[in-house]
């Protein structure tokens, strides 16, 4: 069984940092793409950024320059370190793992996201 916690969610100013942080614990992880979705309400969730078990990245073009994603192999954990938040990054941040072995997808539970102007 996986499970992905995820953590670093809260309340900030414009122009203010948060680090999200998602830790996949269980075993036989055989871990592709883990990424980063959000989910404003009245809004589809959406791709913020992913990073490859080979370390390509991918960004929403919204968060380009702002967002940065990372992974720790080791510790089997994705980050993403956002900078100069907007109100509009205010949404609910799930963390995603695709694998190459069924069950496919993961999803955290997701952790909020608050900027306020």
């Known amino acids: 069984q996986v499970q992905l916690v995820e953590s670093g969610g809260g309340l900030v100013h414009a122009g203010g940092s948060l680090r999200l942080s998602c830790a996949v614990s269980?075993?036989?992880?055989?871990?592709?793409?883990m990424a980063w979705h959000r989910q404003a309400p009245g809004k589809q969730r959406e791709l913020v950024a992913g990073?490859?078990?080979?370390?390509?990245?991918n960004y929403a073009d919204s968060v380009k320059g702002r967002f940065t994603i990372s992974r720790d192999n080791a510790k089997n954990t994705v980050y993403l370190q956002m900078n100069t938040l907007k109100p509009e990054d205010t949404a609910v941040y799930y963390c995603?793992?695709?694998?190459?072995?069924?069950?496919?997808?993961?999803w955290g539970q997701g952790t909020q996201v608050t900027v306020s102007s």
């Open positions: 269980g075993n036989d992880f055989r871990i592709l793409t």
């Open positions: 990073v490859s078990n080979t370390g390509n990245t």
């Open positions: 995603h793992i695709q694998r190459s072995t069924y069950p496919y997808n993961y």
